[in-house]
């Protein structure tokens, strides 16, 4: 079984910055990508940024030039550092990690709330 904790939320304003971290347990061997998704009040749950098991980066408009994803292997964590936080970046932000079979995992979410 897998597990993703997720930590690193809060309230910031805006133009501040937040840094999330995700810590995957279990049998993560042979993943495909980790990333971060987000879904703000009556809105679909959307990409942020995944980064594949090879490293290659992949972000949404909305948070280019502004967000960083990293992983470090030894410690099995994906962060999301983001800076220059607008109140449209406010919204629950959910750590996926996504198998070669197809499998997807959920971490439990962290609030993010960007105050204007």
């Known amino acids: 079984q897998v597990q993703l904790v997720e930590s690193g939320g809060g309230l910031v304003q805006a133009g501040g910055s937040l840094r999330l971290s995700c810590a995957a347990s279990g049998s993560i061997f042979s993943y495909n990508r980790m990333g971060w998704y987000r879904q703000a009040p009556g809105k679909q749950r959307e990409l942020v940024a995944t980064?594949?098991?090879?490293?290659?980066?992949n972000y949404a408009d909305a948070v280019k030039g502004r967000f960083t994803i990293s992983r470090d292997d030894a410690k099995n964590t994906v962060y999301l550092q983001m800076n220059v936080l607008k109140p449209e970046d406010t919204a629950v932000y959910f750590c996926n990690l996504h198998f070669w079979s197809g499998h997807d995992f959920w971490g439990q979410g962290t609030e993010v709330t960007v105050s204007s």
């Open positions: 980064i594949t098991s090879g490293s290659t980066i």
